[in-house]
């Protein structure tokens, strides 16, 4: 089973702040794990992914997590936040093998104010 | 690369209709997964389907399926509309294996009067 949680539903920043939106996963072997990004009104971007490897992944826009095996963690940062980061972030998990489906947190809707 | 297609954008049925949403996913992509996006339950995996074949499904009633055709593309119908079928449905396209990721589409707002 898999399951993903995100803590704090809505997070404001101010411009240029730093951003950090938190994700706690579940999984019953060694996961997948995803940041996606959802504007309005449109479908989901992929941010950034971890799979295997190096334990810190950098993405798009700017962003990156780390993944911590021992705390089931994989929390999104970015150092400095920009007006056009304002929309819904979600992580997923999935796992290797025969699974073949994303388990997404409930999102957390990110405000960044001037 | 095109992205991955999904029509119609919007969609508005009544209570009992069917409906029936397509997705045309990355040339050269053969899984094509989709999941429903409510306020309430967020993204829920309906099902995944690869070279034509249900690889996995979620908990949804048997009103929801689906089908993937020889050119990857795929359908998904809903019987018997009800007003909590009113969502966002992506279509999620993927070499096949999770460690590729999944691209997503735009999605196709469906609202049930």
């Known amino acids: 089973a898999q399951s993903v949680t995100q803590l704090g539903s809505h997070v404001s920043v101010s411009e240029g702040a730093l951003v950090l939106l938190r994700c706690n996963y579940s999984?019953?072997?060694?996961?997948?794990l995803f940041w996606y990004v959802q504007y309005p009104n449109q479908g989901l971007q992929l941010l950034l992914k971890y799979t295997t490897g190096a334990t810190l992944v950098k993405g798009i826009n700017g962003f990156e997590a780390e993944f911590k095996k021992s705390e089931t963690s994989f929390h999104l940062t970015k150092p400095s936040a920009h007006m056009s980061d304002a929309a819904e972030y979600f992580c997923a998990v999935t796992q290797p093998g025969s699974n073949y489906k994303l388990t997404f947190g409930k999102g957390t809707l990110l405000t960044v104010n001037p | 690369k095109a992205g991955v297609t999904q029509t119609p954008r919007y969609l508005i049925k009544t209570r009992g209709q069917q409906v029936t949403l397509s997705c045309s996913p990355i040339?050269?992509?053969?899984?094509v997964s989709w999941y429903q996006q409510t306020p309430g339950q967020g993204l829920q995996f309906l099902f995944e389907?690869?070279?034509?074949?249900?690889?996995n499904k979620g908990n949804f009633p048997g009103r929801f399926s689906g089908r993937q055709f020889s050119n990857s593309r795929s359908e998904m119908n809903v019987s018997t509309l009800e007003l909590g079928d009113s969502a966002l449905y992506l279509c999620?396209?993927?070499?096949?294996?999770?460690?590729?990721?999944?691209?997503f589409g735009s999605g196709t707002r469906l609202t049930v009067v």
């Open positions: 999620a396209s993927s070499e096949g294996a999770p460690n590729y990721g999944y691209t």
């Open positions: 040339s050269g992509h053969r899984s």
């Open positions: 389907y690869f070279s034509e074949t249900q690889r």
């Open positions: 999984s019953s072997v060694p996961p997948y």
